[in-house]
């Protein structure tokens, strides 16, 4: 699976849009770009994923760049309960890394009044 | 519909001995994997179950072994424990096949060995 890098930390203030990257500047073409954030000390939540598109779905927005070299996450309204880990993953959709999610060290989001 | 669950939500065990956890996945899932959480760090992948068979191992000794059920329920036992295994261990439940298979987490089983 490609390698992800992303910024240790972020802050932002409570209902302006959250905007978190990840490059993942050697994705090949059958990998997926996940994201995931763990609050502490509790299992990770799986927020979105995408191939190419951008996605939308009830909790954020993905933007994948045309090349697929990188990403950015947006939460449109941050809250303080969005402060979190914040994990970019890419995975495989075949092959011998098809199951595993391999985690980096991710960003840590805070969320200020 | 309910998510992930594991049992038991905390553990203290002693250098040595054994310990099992539980798993149980989402509805309508087939497929288990298991991850390791240590302090401040990332969670590293186990292995995955699918059929009652291993699929896929990380980089763990063969003190980690895992079993899946019928019901594809799963458990995770760990061997002649040692103080580093002392962790947040992570259950994630997906459906086997098709280009992606996203996974669950439950959430976890905190661990500490003495």
């Known amino acids: 699976d490609a390698k992800t890098t992303q910024p240790p930390s972020m802050d932002c203030a409570e209902g302006r849009a959250a905007n978190l990257p990840c490059n993942h500047s050697?994705?090949?073409?059958?990998?997926?770009v996940y994201w995931y954030r763990q609050i502490h000390s509790q299992g990770p939540q799986y927020i979105i994923h995408?191939?190419?598109n951008n996605e939308t779905n009830e909790m954020a927005s993905l933007i994948i760049t045309e090349d697929r070299k990188s990403s950015t996450l947006i939460l449109p309204h941050a809250t303080l309960r969005d402060t979190a880990v914040y994990y970019c993953?890419?995975?495989?959709?075949?092959?011998?890394?098809?199951?595993?999610?391999?985690f980096g060290q991710g960003t840590i989001l805070t969320v200020h009044p | 519909d309910a998510g992930v669950t594991q049992s038991p939500t905390h553990l203290i065990k002693t250098r040595g001995q054994q310990v099992t956890l539980r798993c149980s996945p989402k509805?309508?899932?087939?497929?288990v994997s298991w991850y390791q959480q240590a302090l401040g760090q990332g969670p590293q992948f186990i292995f995955q179950y699918y059929e009652e068979e291993e699929r896929q191992r990380g980089n763990f000794p063969d003190r980690f072994s895992g079993h899946q059920f019928p019901n594809y329920s799963s458990e995770l036992n760990v061997n002649a424990l040692l103080l580093g295994d002392s962790a947040l261990y992570l259950c994630?439940?997906?459906?086997?096949?098709?280009?992606?298979?996203?996974?669950?987490f439950g959430p976890g089983t905190r661990l500490t060995v003495l």
């Open positions: 993953i890419v995975k495989g959709g075949g092959g011998t890394s098809y199951g595993k999610l391999t």
């Open positions: 050697t994705i090949s073409g059958n990998e997926y």
């Open positions: 509805s309508g899932h087939d497929t």
């Open positions: 995408g191939l190419k």
């Open positions: 994630a439940s997906s459906l086997y096949g098709g280009p992606t298979d996203t996974q669950y």
